[in-house]
């Protein structure tokens, strides 16, 4: 039983039946799924959110499928922490970080499969696909395997050795296309037509994006059900950007947050993919597509299906976006780590180094609670850090050989 009442369309309204659809049949405008707010207010309560389970299915009654037939691996409910030592690096002593590392196959992206897989199923399909930047088909693989389900995942052939193998590790159909995201995105596009597959993010897309609202409604909940207000969050498609919001604005509109949220959403890019950013920047409404080139290649979507919104919600919301270089992505990296012990991927040094810039450019206020997202694990982009950290001291194992090349390591003294 859900709360669920149909797809509606984001340009002209038109409503649909809760089916695989995910663009307006009229229009062509997005479709986004509608719930009946009134019953929500009258059932649900801090207190039965609270009683759910340790996972983002404590916010079931606020996802367009049926909770009890869940495709449940144990994502969400991941931690909110205080991140004073960065905050004191970067003058935000309200800081925290919203640290999505620790879901089952390590991003924030198994928030969305375990929704739009769940769907899918109950939607009748058989087997589960994805075009994807590659944390996508690491959680489809996982979510398929475990739900008994047959995976065909498409990425591009360039990703990461270990992004390749975080799913090869689930017995999918791994298909590495000749091109980039893009490319692959249009074949999956065209696939869909003419294969009865779920597709997680093409012909389910607006039960996937659902999934990403969960982040907003855990991070109230963690701040005492409050809303924060700034939030900063990498954007690829910029589904998540736009679905944190939509969450908070839920939580108010059902009556669990007293006040209406008045959040600052701002955006991070890299520079060598930063459609979102660059059109920000000049000033304009409308983006231009791009050919990626960077580290990050988990947010390497030159041309977002939510790049519109995205810059809408900038716009309405008072925020920033920050574009950031892949040697400033590296230095990201390693501050999050030096500093909260958190390793992250190359999107997560995209959303520090975000940070960083926003506050140097004014953008945040140091008296605002911040949320930085921190979206992937750092082990799955090992190549973009290695070469940039501390050799490890190589010794025999003798007292003398250590004593040698630990003190070796240190200042020498000034003689005063
Ligand atoms: C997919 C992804 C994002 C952003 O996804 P959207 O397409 O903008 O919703 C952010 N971080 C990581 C690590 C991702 O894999
Ligand atoms: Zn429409």
Not at 124 to 140: D, F
Request: charged share 20%.
């Amino acid at each position: 039983m859900s709360y669920a009442r149909n797809l509606r369309c984001r340009e002209c309204h038109r409503e649909y039946p809760l089916e695989a659809l995910h663009v307006c049949e009229f229009c062509f405008g997005p479709v986004e799924v509608s719930y009946d707010y009134d019953a929500i207010r009258k059932n649900v309560t801090r207190q039965s959110v609270e009683a759910g389970p340790a996972s983002l299915w404590r916010y079931r009654d606020f996802l367009p499928c049926d909770s009890d037939a869940a495709i449940d691996i144990g994502a969400g409910y991941t931690p909110l922490i205080h991140a004073r030592n960065l905050g004191k690096a970067l003058g935000l002593p309200n800081l925290y970080i919203k640290n999505d590392t620790v879901n089952p196959t390590w991003s924030f992206k198994d928030r969305v499969v375990a929704v739009a897989a769940t769907r899918a199923r109950e939607l009748g399909y058989e087997k589960l696909a994805c075009a994807s930047t590659g944390n996508l088909a690491n959680s489809v693989s996982a979510h398929a395997a475990a739900a008994g389900m047959e995976a065909i995942v498409f990425i591009p052939h360039d990703l990461e050795a270990n992004k390749q193998l975080g799913s090869s590790i689930y017995n999918p159909t791994l298909v590495k296309v000749r091109g980039n995201y893009d490319a692959v995105n249009r074949l999956c596009a065209e696939l869909a037509g003419s294969h009865n597959w779920g597709f997680v993010n093409v012909n389910v897309r607006p039960y996937y994006s659902e999934g990403s609202k969960t982040l907003g409604f855990e991070v109230a909940e963690q701040l005492g059900w409050r809303a924060p207000d700034h939030c900063v969050v990498p954007i690829a498609s910029g589904s998540l950007f736009v679905k944190i919001r939509k969450g908070l604005d839920e939580l108010y509109k059902t009556g669990l947050l007293a006040e209406e949220p008045k959040t600052r959403m701002s955006g991070a890019q890299a520079t060598g993919c930063s459609p979102v950013a660059t059109a920000w920047q000049e000033g304009s409404m409308n983006f231009k597509p791009q050919r990626p080139n960077t580290i990050a290649k988990s947010l390497a979507i030159g041309n977002p299906a939510d790049g519109y919104y995205s810059l809408v919600q900038l716009r309405d919301t008072n925020g920033a976006c920050a574009s950031v270089s892949d040697p400033e992505i590296v230095d990201g990296m390693k501050l999050l780590a030096e500093t909260e012990g958190i390793f992250a991927e190359t999107a997560g040094g995209v959303t520090i180094a975000s940070l960083k810039q926003l506050v140097e450019h004014g953008k945040i206020h140091p008296d605002e609670t911040t949320v930085a997202f921190i979206t992937g694990a750092g082990f799955k982009t090992v190549e973009a850090v290695a070469e940039a950290l501390n050799p490890a001291l190589e010794i025999d194992a003798t007292m003398s050989s250590f004593e040698a090349a630990y003190s070796a390591l240190q200042p020498t003294e000034a003689i005063a």
